[in-house]
């Protein structure tokens, strides 16, 4: 009879796959994640004992099963993940099956999900790596130590009582820091006027320089307006360049989430989610695929026989002259983890065209993004011809140029971003010391920008650039911070919430490296040296304990002293007795309460997205709040008691309320909708969409708008102007002359 070989990995479609490869001989389970965790109702770390952790199982069920699979097995291979998390689960798997006979379990490391990978994984394997698991360790213990001794800190401080919902993270408060302080940035930027000058030369083709620089002193825009009319244009030089532009490295798990996110409108965490599918296995002509290599990694490393495949692909495919001249490889940034290839696929001939078919749109569409990066390295530079030129106008220069491509090179398959100039045209024959024209003269005054808001993308990039976090977590960030309410996507970016603000500086004030980039990039690099077998567990924690316990105390003995260690003051009165009233917390949501409390205990309802300006310690929302009680509706009669009815503050938005019989209607505008010219438009609020207008009629008629409704349009009679949040001022009517004009 032959010997019973057992393969045990997290996930159901990873062992699905890994069944169609081996065949008979081999039994494949799924441990389904994590087999042991620390407790989830009390601390479980013992800190007077060396930060001993109680490691308990998630699921009996689960390890019963694998039990019973493994107990008459010759063989036992742990092939979980090969990065630190799977280390730890195959590391517990050894322990809790192990049974005093861990010489039959083998350690089994998957970069790649093919027959060819499996199989050789299979004939070499290996040992739990200890140091991985230490690290993984010593990160969760890290995790729990803040999570669950800073967050009911925060309850009590900014609500009065414990309460869940309130969570601060070792990392993802750094996150949350940065989105705040862009915003502050936002909210003080003031924009500085300045002027670019424009030349527009009637030559055959036509075409325009650029002054240099930009002018800032209106002084100088006058001087110039009066000097420039009058003088010779004359070309001072003509030079022409050659442009290379060369491929970027593959993906790694921070520029792949980037990457989707901008091209494909994908979420780092949807983006992952589909990485993991194609790495675990889709069925691709009837047979079982890793489509893509292992997705966490931050490696750019690529194996030699992966650029050979490739190679020869261009070759066949493209053109010699489409290869580049030497295989190229790519350095990786220092302390990146080498255990892991960059995410390639795994068969570069599995074109994206041959398995579209096979795959979901998503699948489909990431695949193509991986495949086309990663044979994009291997290809020879794209070539540009720039020319450029410098007009001297008396004291003044002025700039122009074009370019255009000579050979695509790698940009065959990878699309790249248009040069500035790209698509310019310049007159043939000029040369040095030709006198042009007089131009037609265009002085623009701009003014300055603010910064951005961070896109989940930029969030990622800023991240990995700050050395925050590892590739495992990026997407788990940048979800966590929303779907506590501390963050809300607003057209495509981040902004902050007003309890992300209050409890951003609720830690910067008390726990103040917390949301230090530098101290959670230390504590990042610290993990990997327990993991380069440098450090020692217990010496990382020590020295972090060391500090964060003294700023535990701190808050606790002034809560036992009955002071507030933190508050947020509004410049809204109390309507009782005049004092501030402040920014509290309950259960997630945010209301304001009498600032003398408990002598006074008025409290009053916050809209879920009013309008603020925030600063710290102190929040201006006075003008918002009058502005959001002033609407349409408010203390009309009921219609089903005929007692005037209230504004309310809910979850959902703004609503209409009636005290005595709890009869309740939406916020209306007063103006008719356009389309059906018998309902009204209303305000309406959804998880998905955020606040919108919709028609009271729905689902009847389904007119909506995303922005404010204003007025009916006077210039078309059919549409209404609202307040797009993206043009501003327009018409909902895509025919409106006022939208071409």
Not at 43 to 62: H, P, Q
Not at 167 to 175: K, L, M, T
Not at 501 to 529: C, G, S
Request: proline fraction near 7%; charge should be positive; include cysteine.
């Amino acid at each position: 009879m032959a010997e019973k070989k057992v393969v045990i990995v997290e996930s159901p479609t990873k062992a699905r796959t890994l069944t169609a490869y081996l065949g008979r001989g081999f039994e494949v389970h799924s441990s389904k994640g994590h087999v042991r965790d620390l407790p989830e109702k009390e601390l479980g770390v013992d800190i007077e004992r060396g930060f001993s952790a109680k490691w308990v199982v998630r699921d009996r069920r689960v390890v019963a099963a694998l039990k019973r699979a493994v107990r008459d097995a010759a063989t036992v291979y742990l092939a979980t993940d090969p990065d630190r998390e799977g280390e730890a689960i195959a590391f517990d798997l050894l322990e809790l099956l192990g049974d005093g006979n861990r010489d039959r379990f083998a350690r089994v490391l998957l970069h790649e999900i093919t027959p060819e990978a499996v199989r050789a994984a299979l004939a070499a394997p290996g040992q739990v790596d200890l140091n991985k698991v230490e690290a993984q360790r010593a990160r969760r213990i890290l995790d729990r130590l803040v999570g669950y001794q800073v967050s009911p800190l925060l309850s009590l401080v900014l609500a009065g009582r414990r309460f869940e919902g309130l969570s601060a993270g070792r990392v993802q408060s750094v996150a949350l820091r940065f989105i705040c302080d862009r915003e502050l940035e936002i909210q003080d930027f003031v924009p500085q006027p300045y002027w670019e000058v424009l030349a527009r030369f009637p030559t055959e083709p036509p075409f325009s320089a650029k002054l240099e620089g930009r002018l800032t002193e209106p002084e100088e825009v006058e001087r110039l307006r009066e000097a420039l009319p009058g003088a010779r244009f004359v070309v001072e030089d003509v030079t022409e360049e050659e442009v290379k532009r060369r491929p970027p490295p593959p993906f790694i798990t921070s520029t792949l989430q980037q990457a989707a996110a901008s091209e494909l409108r994908m979420s780092p965490r949807r983006t992952m989610q589909i990485a993991q599918q194609l790495y675990e296995g889709v069925d691709v002509k009837g047979e079982r695929l890793g489509l893509i290599t292992y997705m966490r990694t931050d490696s750019v490393r690529v194996a030699d026989s992966a650029i050979k495949e490739a190679r020869a692909l261009i070759r066949d495919r493209f053109g010699k002259e489409y290869l580049s001249p030497r295989p190229r490889r790519f350095k990786n940034k220092r302390r990146s983890q080498d255990a892991h290839e960059a995410i390639r696929p795994t068969q570069v001939a599995l074109t994206p065209e041959e398995v579209a078919p096979h795959l979901t749109p998503e699948q489909a569409r990431l695949y193509e993004l991986i495949w086309r990066r990663f044979v994009a390295t291997q290809m020879a530079d794209g070539i540009w011809k720039r020319i450029k030129v410098a007009i001297r106008a008396g004291e003044s220069v002025l700039r122009a140029s074009a370019s255009w491509p000579l050979f695509p090179g790698f940009a065959q398959v990878l699309p790249v971003a248009k040069l500035e100039d790209e698509g310019t045209v310049l007159p043939a024959g000029l040369r040095k010391g030709m006198e042009l024209p007089a131009p037609e003269l265009e002085f623009l005054e701009k003014q300055t920008e603010p910064p951005g808001r961070y896109t989940e993308a930029g969030l990622v990039r800023k991240l990995e650039r700050e050395g925050i976090g590892r590739p495992s977590t990026y997407a788990q960030i940048v979800t966590v911070i929303q779907e506590r309410g501390y963050v809300r996507r607003e057209n495509g970016a981040l902004r902050p919430t007003l309890l992300g603000h209050v409890v951003t500086d609720f830690l910067r004030e008390h726990f103040p490296e917390t949301v230090r980039e530098d101290f959670t990039a230390r504590m990042e690099e610290d993990l990997d040296r327990i993991q380069e077998g440098e450090a020692d567990r217990l010496e990382v924690l020590s020295q972090f304990y060391e500090w964060f316990s003294e700023r535990l105390e701190g808050v606790e003995q002034e809560l036992k002293g009955g002071n507030k260690p933190f508050r947020v003051l509004t410049d809204v009165r109390c309507p009782n007795c005049g004092a501030p009233m402040e920014v509290r917390v309950w259960k997630g949501g945010l209301y304001l309460g009498c600032s003398r409390y408990p002598e006074c205990k008025t409290t009053r309802n916050l809209p879920p997205h009013v309008e603020y300006r925030y600063r710290p310690g102190k929040v201006e929302l006075a003008d918002a709040l009058a502005e959001a009680d002033a609407v349409p509706g408010a203390g009309r009669p009921c219609p089903n008691c005929g007692t005037p009815m209230q504004l309310k503050h809910g979850r959902y938005g703004r609503f209409l309320a009636c005290p005595n019989c709890r009869a309740t209607a939406p916020v209306s505008t007063g103006i008719t909708c356009p389309k059906c010219g018998q309902g009204e438009l209303v305000e309406r609020y959804s998880a998905r969409r955020g606040g919108f207008w919709a028609c009271n009629r729905y689902p009847d008629c389904r007119f909506a708008l995303s922005g404010k409704p204003i007025e009916a349009c006077s210039a078309c009679k059919k549409g209404v102007l609202y307040e797009d949040p993206r043009h501003g001022r327009r018409c909902s009517n895509p025919d409106c002359p006022t939208r071409t004009s």
